[in-house]
Each structure stands twice: as C-alpha cells, then as structure tokens.
C-alpha cells in the first residue's frame, strides 16, 4: 500500500541552543518510520514551495510580504517563537505545499500525510507559536477553489486549540472546525471554533476516548464532508512538557484508531499532518507520532 508521506530535509531547522522545540523529530520519524518497514523510500516526496497566490487565498498579502522581506517587527517575530530567516520562511512554504500536494495525493491513497504542519496557531495575519503559515487550512482552501471538495471537516486532536484555523474559517460555511484541546492551555483567548470541545487539566484516556467516540461518529454525519484534515498532536501525552492531560502512549494511539476508522467507514480521504509533540524525551515523540503511521499502515491497506 502506497503511504504518501511529505518529507524535506529543510523540516529539521537550525534553532539556537536549549530552544524548547524539538525539532530532531522531523529527521529521526522518518528514519524511524523507514528502519521499521512501516514506510518506503518512495512513499515519501520532497515538496516544493508553494504557489504564493495558493497562501493568499488565506493570508493577508501584507503579513506574507512582510515574511518574505524578513521586515516582521521584533514584537511578531518573538510571538513565532523562532529566529526569522529566509530559510525558515521557506521551510514554511515547503511544509504548506506538502499538505497541498497531501491533499491532492489522497484522493487516490485514502490517506496522505505530512512529516511536520499542523501550523493551527497561524492567523490569516499574523502567526505565533511556533507558527507561521497555517498548512490546513491553506491546502483546504486549494481544495474548495479547485472545486475538489465542497465541504471539509478539519479535526483538530493537537492540545493546543487550533485558534488561527478558527479565525481563518470562522465566515466559511465550507469548512467545519472541530477542536478537542485542554481548556486551560495555551491559547489562553481562545477563538470560536464550528465545535470546541475543552477538557479539564489530567483527563485520561478513558475520559478522552468516551468524548471523541461519541462526538467524532455524529459529527461526520452532521457535517457531511467530502474530504478530512486531522491534525495528529501527540502533545495529550501525560508526558508533555507543554500538554496538562493525562493520555498514554496507547490512548494516543487508539485516538489515531478512532479517527481512521471513521475516515474507511464513511470513505472518506483525510490528510494527516503530525502538530505537537513536547514530552521530555525526543523517544517518546517519535514514538507517538509514529504509531500514526502505523496505525494508517495497517488500516488503509
């Protein structure tokens, strides 16, 4: 079975020494996913840059132009969370157009996936946390434009609420948001998402299974959607240095289970990209996120 998988060595960016993100899991999951038989090399492909009228379907021009001329003000800039480069800029594009490619890919597979994105903190003008372009939500854009869905349905497991995603589709009738995130975490102002579910600090994985086996099932028949972003954060971990919920490594996976067979039940193509990851040790990161791609691999076969 072919596992489209977006990889660019330009994933694993140069962040200074001691920075909080671990940005070795864009170079050790692939390895991983490889040495293990899960993927193949040629189930990945390396993304180009997007198409900069394709990210400006959903950014405003002035924000983009500004990432581009490297002239966002020092107060933005520390709200991303990463030293502004060219570089890092590109590496942005690449991970947008590789859910784009994704998209387009899962038409044919069921399923594709991207290595990094999940970027939902990325404002149609503005980006924060570790978020510059909102990867998603620009390749569900591409997708109603090019008239290859009508209705989208973007889940939303990541800890975090997807707050940018939000704002973005928050007049869009043609994209249904859902987030499941810890209710008093980051982002401390939520935004309104179509669905918001919010979970108290340490709820386990007993608690957080119930919830999104009763609200995933009813959501895919209310909505009705032709096509599936899921958004695969392993930081519900109980390990996460950034999470506050209780959830295991087999929880974790079992959330990946619930979703995918949802998305074989109802035939439904879904793009997966991976979003956080913060537990102490970069194992156990890769671990989770690899047990996504496992999970994929014996499911969509």
Do not use: W
């Amino acid at each position: 079975m072919k596992l489209p998988i977006a990889f660019h060595p330009i994933y694993k960016h140069p962040l200074p020494e001691g920075h909080r993100f671990p940005m070795i899991k864009y170079e050790l999951l692939p390895q991983q996913l490889l040495h293990e038989g899960t993927a193949e090399h040629d189930d990945f492909f390396e993304p180009d840059v997007a198409n900069l009228e394709t990210v400006l379907n959903v950014h405003k021009r002035s924000y983009v132009n500004e990432l581009l001329e490297l002239t966002l003000d020092s107060r933005a800039a520390r709200k991303i969370g990463f030293p502004l480069s060219a570089e890092l800029v590109e590496r942005e594009l690449r991970i947008a157009n590789g859910t784009i490619i994704g998209t387009q890919k899962a038409f044919n597979t069921r399923i594709a996936f991207n290595i990094a994105g999940g970027t939902h903190h990325a404002y149609s003008d503005r980006g924060e946390a570790f978020c510059l372009l909102n990867d998603q939500a620009i390749a569900a854009q591409f997708l109603l434009n090019q008239n290859l869905a009508k209705k989208i349905l973007i889940v939303d497991l990541d800890v975090h609420q997807g707050n940018g995603t939000a704002e973005i589709f928050q007049d869009n009738p043609s994209v249904f948001t859902f987030s499941m995130h810890g209710k008093s975490n980051y982002p401390f102002k939520k935004e309104v998402s179509d669905l918001d579910i919010a979970l108290p600090d340490g709820t386990n994985d007993e608690t957080y299974l119930k919830i999104l086996a009763e609200t995933l099932p009813q959501l895919i028949q209310k909505v009705n959607p032709d096509f599936i972003f899921y958004l695969a954060g392993v930081d519900i971990l109980a390990t996460d240095k950034l999470g506050k919920l209780s959830c295991t490594i087999e929880g974790c996976k079992k959330r990946d289970e619930l979703v995918f067979e949802q998305c074989l039940k109802h035939q439904i193509p879904v793009q997966v990209s991976m979003g956080g990851g913060y537990s102490p040790e970069i194992k156990t990161i890769v671990e989770a996120h690899a047990n996504t791609f496992r999970i994929a691999k014996s499911r969509f076969n």
